[in-house]
């Protein structure tokens, strides 16, 4: 459920940082946000022409040399930085995995351990509660791993991949 949460707010950020870089390069303004939840439905568009908050600044669309050659040197690089998007997500995506994997493996050592704990004589419950808090903070540390991902790696993905690959391998060091 967490995951498919964090996916979610990924894609709606995403889509919205999308959103905003074609205003942009496109010379669509807002005096107010540019995310799809505060722009008009699709049904209103026309609407739009007369709204003072939503209006193309032709200065910006406008080149006065050469209008057709701008456009295309503009999709060419839509395309590269769509493809670069694209290849960073499929990275995001499989470091995803791999922090969902061990994830799952200690999920599945503390419900054993935790089962254990259950039919466990007092004596070696203490050394078992112990080892319980370990796994706890160990699920809390890639948990943040995790998030930290989709959170920011769409902005600064060199220095999460370094950050959850440095957390991963330190998991890995101590289990």
Not at 30 to 58: H, I, L, V
Not at 79 to 96: G, H, P, V
């Amino acid at each position: 459920m967490a995951a498919m949460t964090s996916l979610a707010i990924a894609a709606f950020s995403c889509s919205a940082t999308l959103q905003r870089r074609y205003d942009q390069r496109h010379g669509v303004s807002s005096s107010s946000s540019t995310d799809r939840s505060s722009r008009a439905p699709e049904g209103e568009r026309d609407s739009q022409a007369n709204d003072a908050n939503y209006r193309k600044d032709y200065d910006k669309v406008a080149d006065g040399n050469n209008a057709a050659g701008s456009v295309l040197t503009t999709s060419s690089g839509n395309a590269d930085y769509n493809q670069r998007l694209i290849n960073q997500y499929a990275e995001m995506d499989k470091l995803a995995e791999v922090v969902l994997y061990e994830l799952d493996n200690l999920e599945n050592r503390y419900n054993n351990l935790l089962n254990e704990y259950k039919n466990a004589k007092s004596s070696s419950r203490q050394v078992m509660a112990m080892e319980l808090d370990k796994i706890s903070d160990d699920r809390l540390v890639l948990y943040k791993a995790y998030a930290s991902i989709y959170r920011n790696g769409k902005s600064d993905w060199t220095n999460v991949k370094r950050d959850v690959d440095n957390t991963l391998r330190e998991y890995r060091k101590k289990n």
